[in-house]
Protein backbone atom coordinates (compact mmCIF):
# COMPACT_ATOMS: atom_id res chain seq x y z
CA UNK A 1 0.00 0.00 0.00
CA UNK A 2 2.74 2.20 0.92
CA UNK A 3 4.44 1.43 -2.48
CA UNK A 4 1.17 2.65 -4.57
CA UNK A 5 1.05 5.60 -2.65
CA UNK A 6 5.13 6.66 -3.09
CA UNK A 7 4.61 6.02 -6.94
CA UNK A 8 1.27 8.23 -6.99
CA UNK A 9 3.17 10.77 -5.12
CA UNK A 10 6.09 10.45 -7.92
CA UNK A 11 4.06 10.62 -10.59
CA UNK A 12 2.26 13.63 -9.37
CA UNK A 13 5.80 15.45 -8.85
CA UNK A 14 7.12 14.63 -12.79
CA UNK A 15 3.64 15.45 -14.20
CA UNK A 16 3.86 18.90 -12.68
CA UNK A 17 7.41 19.38 -13.97
CA UNK A 18 6.24 19.95 -17.15
CA UNK A 19 3.66 22.62 -15.86
CA UNK A 20 6.29 24.50 -13.05
CA UNK A 21 9.03 24.73 -15.88
CA UNK A 22 6.69 26.47 -18.31
CA UNK A 23 4.78 28.91 -15.99
CA UNK A 24 8.52 29.44 -14.54
CA UNK A 25 9.44 30.56 -17.67
CA UNK A 26 6.64 32.22 -18.35
CA UNK A 27 6.91 34.62 -14.94
CA UNK A 28 10.75 35.40 -15.88
CA UNK A 29 9.93 36.38 -19.36
CA UNK A 30 7.65 38.86 -17.47
CA UNK A 31 10.05 39.81 -15.00
CA UNK A 32 12.49 40.39 -18.09
CA UNK A 33 14.87 38.00 -17.12
CA UNK A 34 15.36 36.53 -20.86
CA UNK A 35 18.12 34.28 -20.13
CA UNK A 36 16.37 32.29 -16.91
CA UNK A 37 13.43 32.11 -19.23
CA UNK A 38 14.93 30.41 -22.35
CA UNK A 39 16.35 27.92 -19.78
CA UNK A 40 13.07 27.16 -18.57
CA UNK A 41 11.27 27.55 -21.94
CA UNK A 42 14.36 24.80 -23.59
CA UNK A 43 13.52 22.76 -20.70
CA UNK A 44 10.07 22.55 -21.02
CA UNK A 45 10.38 22.48 -24.77
CA UNK A 46 11.70 18.48 -24.04
CA UNK A 47 9.55 18.24 -21.99
CA UNK A 48 6.88 18.01 -24.99
CA UNK A 49 5.24 22.08 -24.66
CA UNK A 50 5.24 23.30 -28.27
CA UNK A 51 4.46 27.15 -26.66
CA UNK A 52 7.74 26.85 -25.16
CA UNK A 53 9.81 25.24 -27.90
CA UNK A 54 7.73 28.23 -30.08
CA UNK A 55 9.05 30.94 -26.88
CA UNK A 56 12.67 29.11 -27.30
CA UNK A 57 13.05 29.91 -31.07
CA UNK A 58 11.74 33.45 -31.09
CA UNK A 59 14.41 34.34 -28.27
CA UNK A 60 16.88 32.43 -30.55
CA UNK A 61 15.50 34.04 -33.36
CA UNK A 62 15.59 37.63 -32.01
CA UNK A 63 19.29 37.52 -30.99
CA UNK A 64 18.46 40.11 -27.97
CA UNK A 65 18.35 40.39 -24.13
CA UNK A 66 21.64 39.23 -24.11
CA UNK A 67 20.90 35.99 -25.51
CA UNK A 68 23.12 35.26 -28.72
CA UNK A 69 21.24 34.56 -32.11
CA UNK A 70 21.14 30.97 -33.34
CA UNK A 71 19.38 30.23 -36.04
CA UNK A 72 20.08 26.83 -35.64
CA UNK A 73 18.85 26.21 -32.18
CA UNK A 74 15.51 27.91 -33.57
CA UNK A 75 15.12 26.06 -35.92
CA UNK A 76 15.82 22.85 -33.22
CA UNK A 77 13.37 24.46 -31.40
CA UNK A 78 10.60 24.70 -34.34
CA UNK A 79 11.57 20.90 -35.27
CA UNK A 80 10.54 19.94 -31.39
CA UNK A 81 7.39 21.56 -31.65
CA UNK A 82 6.72 19.64 -35.48
CA UNK A 83 7.17 16.73 -33.72
CA UNK A 84 5.05 17.17 -31.18
CA UNK A 85 2.30 17.98 -33.71
CA UNK A 86 2.46 21.91 -34.47
CA UNK A 87 2.14 22.00 -38.22
CA UNK A 88 2.94 25.35 -38.84
CA UNK A 89 6.25 24.40 -36.97
CA UNK A 90 6.90 21.94 -39.68
CA UNK A 91 5.97 24.13 -42.43
CA UNK A 92 8.97 26.84 -41.26
CA UNK A 93 11.28 24.15 -40.16
CA UNK A 94 10.85 22.40 -43.57
CA UNK A 95 11.58 25.31 -45.44
CA UNK A 96 14.83 26.38 -43.41
CA UNK A 97 15.75 22.62 -44.26
CA UNK A 98 15.30 22.95 -47.54
CA UNK A 99 17.07 26.30 -48.26
CA UNK A 100 20.33 24.92 -46.60
CA UNK A 101 19.49 21.43 -48.56
CA UNK A 102 19.40 19.12 -45.76
CA UNK A 103 17.42 16.20 -47.33
CA UNK A 104 17.56 13.81 -44.58
CA UNK A 105 16.40 16.40 -41.85
CA UNK A 106 13.52 17.88 -44.62
CA UNK A 107 12.35 13.88 -45.02
CA UNK A 108 12.42 13.96 -41.09
CA UNK A 109 10.09 16.53 -40.94
CA UNK A 110 7.72 15.91 -43.82
CA UNK A 111 7.49 12.07 -41.80
CA UNK A 112 6.28 14.60 -38.72
CA UNK A 113 3.87 16.86 -40.77
CA UNK A 114 2.17 13.77 -42.37
CA UNK A 115 2.14 11.83 -38.80
CA UNK A 116 0.51 14.89 -38.04
CA UNK A 117 -1.96 15.01 -40.19
CA UNK A 118 -0.88 17.15 -43.40
CA UNK A 119 -1.75 15.33 -46.64
CA UNK A 120 0.32 17.47 -48.64
CA UNK A 121 3.13 16.12 -46.58
CA UNK A 122 2.39 12.93 -46.90
CA UNK A 123 2.19 13.55 -50.78
CA UNK A 124 5.93 15.03 -50.73
CA UNK A 125 7.26 11.97 -49.04
CA UNK A 126 5.28 9.82 -51.24
CA UNK A 127 7.10 11.63 -53.81
CA UNK A 128 10.73 11.71 -52.61
CA UNK A 129 10.39 7.90 -51.36
CA UNK A 130 9.38 6.34 -54.77
CA UNK A 131 11.51 3.38 -55.96
CA UNK A 132 10.44 1.28 -58.33
CA UNK A 133 11.67 -1.56 -56.47
CA UNK A 134 10.39 -0.94 -52.94
CA UNK A 135 7.56 1.44 -54.21
CA UNK A 136 4.94 0.12 -50.95
CA UNK A 137 6.14 2.77 -48.67
CA UNK A 138 5.31 5.24 -51.27
CA UNK A 139 1.91 3.59 -52.24
CA UNK A 140 1.06 3.72 -48.14
CA UNK A 141 2.04 7.33 -47.83
CA UNK A 142 -0.05 8.43 -50.96
CA UNK A 143 -2.92 6.59 -50.21
CA UNK A 144 -3.35 8.42 -46.63
CA UNK A 145 -1.92 11.85 -48.58
CA UNK A 146 -5.65 10.78 -51.12
CA UNK A 147 -7.91 10.37 -48.01
CA UNK A 148 -6.43 13.36 -45.99
CA UNK A 149 -8.02 15.41 -49.25
CA UNK A 150 -4.77 15.60 -51.37
CA UNK A 151 -6.09 14.97 -55.22
CA UNK A 152 -2.64 14.51 -56.08
CA UNK A 153 -2.08 12.20 -53.51
CA UNK A 154 -4.76 9.62 -55.01
CA UNK A 155 -3.44 10.28 -58.54
CA UNK A 156 -0.24 8.95 -57.90
CA UNK A 157 -1.66 6.31 -55.19
CA UNK A 158 -3.88 4.65 -58.39
CA UNK A 159 -0.62 5.17 -60.62
CA UNK A 160 1.23 2.82 -58.77
CA UNK A 161 -1.35 0.18 -57.75
CA UNK A 162 -1.90 0.15 -61.95
CA UNK A 163 1.46 -0.10 -62.78
CA UNK A 164 2.49 -2.73 -59.77
CA UNK A 165 -1.02 -4.43 -58.54
CA UNK A 166 -3.49 -3.74 -61.19
CA UNK A 167 -6.34 -6.27 -59.61
CA UNK A 168 -5.63 -4.57 -56.33
CA UNK A 169 -9.21 -3.92 -54.27
CA UNK A 170 -7.87 -0.68 -52.84
CA UNK A 171 -8.06 0.30 -56.58
CA UNK A 172 -11.84 1.20 -56.44
CA UNK A 173 -11.87 2.75 -53.40
CA UNK A 174 -9.14 5.54 -54.60
CA UNK A 175 -11.01 6.20 -57.87
CA UNK A 176 -13.74 6.52 -55.61
CA UNK A 177 -11.84 9.06 -53.34
CA UNK A 178 -10.34 10.62 -56.01
CA UNK A 179 -14.19 11.17 -57.74
CA UNK A 180 -15.24 12.99 -54.29
CA UNK A 181 -12.54 15.04 -54.12
CA UNK A 182 -12.84 16.51 -57.73
CA UNK A 183 -16.64 16.61 -56.93
CA UNK A 184 -15.90 19.63 -54.10
Request: positive net charge.
Amino acid sequence: MKQIGLLVLVLLALSGCKQNNLEKANKLYQKRDFTQALFHYEKACLEGEIYACKMSAFLHQEGKHSIPMSKAKAIKALEFACQYGDLPSCKITLRAYNLLHLKDLSQKVLGYSCQGGDATSCLQLAQTLYNPKDYKPSLELATKSCYGGEKRGCKLAIALLERFEPKSSSLNGLQKQLELLLQS
